[in-house]
């Protein structure tokens, strides 16, 4: 199960919007509603900043929304700030005998 | 409030074994599956395997099958991580997170990560 696609690096200035894609296959992404995207700063575990495709868990804020087209998904976050400088990565779920992958991972820079 | 309290770095020897602990409270253990995630120094998240608290069942990533085994303690509500054969590309950060309820296919909960350092 090969990793998912993501850029290497997205950056923008404090109140912009940047996407993030996370490219699959039909056989994850595009076959399955289960894209999560996680936010990690450095030295610390990875949070959930979205679920199934676009649903953030209580506490995430309302900057962060998530959709998907195909086998690719995407991650927006709206009206950019310091504190989201970070990785990104994306997960899928496969449905094969390794039925979770994470992408390649985004790191975010706020100019 | 929900805690995964992993346990403490470790350095090992190629060809070694090690077990991680990751014990788990602030809600009921077997309602939530339980997965392992490993982090290379510098490199991206790796899912490793996931495990059922409530009946044993785990499923392996291709990558770790027939060096992996995770298993848990309901009495202690902990999981355990244990890897054989340990090679030097196993160094890794190495987290349990827990699933989302209802088999959510996500992980909303983290522990803070354990260091495995394989070297001679």
């Known amino acids: 199960q090969s990793a998912l696609t993501q850029p290497a690096s997205v950056s923008g200035s404090p109140g912009q919007s940047i996407t993030i894609s996370c490219t699959g296959t039909s056989g994850d992404v595009g076959r399955y509603n289960f894209v999560s995207w996680y936010q990690q700063h450095p030295g610390k575990a990875p949070e959930l900043m979205i679920y199934?495709?676009?649903n953030r868990p209580s506490g995430v804020s309302n900057r962060f929304s998530g959709s998907k087209s195909g086998n690719t998904a995407s991650l927006t976050i709206s009206g950019l700030q310091a504190e989201d400088e970070a990785d990104y990565y994306c997960?899928?779920?496969?449905?094969?005998?390794?039925?979770?992958?994470f992408g390649t991972g985004t790191r975010v820079s706020v100019l | 409030q929900v805690q995964l309290v992993q346990s403490g770095a470790e350095v090992k020897k190629p060809g070694a074994s090690v077990m991680i602990s990751c014990k788990a409270s602030?809600?009921?253990?077997?309602?939530?599956?339980l997965h392992w995630v490993r982090q290379a120094p510098g490199q991206g998240l790796e899912w490793m395997g996931i495990?059922?608290?409530?009946?044993?069942?785990?499923m392996y990533a291709q990558n770790f099958q027939g060096r992996v085994t995770m298993t848990r303690d309901t009495s202690s509500n902990t999981v355990y991580m244990e890897m054989s054969s340990l090679r030097s590309d196993d160094t890794a950060v190495y987290y349990c997170a827990r699933e989302l309820p209802q088999a959510g296919k996500a992980f909303d909960y983290w522990g803070q990560g354990t260091l495995l350092t394989v070297s001679s």
């Open positions: 602030g809600y009921t253990f077997t309602n939530h599956y």
């Open positions: 495990i059922n608290p409530s009946d044993t069942g785990a």
């Open positions: 997960n899928s779920y496969t449905g094969s005998s390794t039925p979770y992958v």
């Open positions: 199934d495709v676009s």
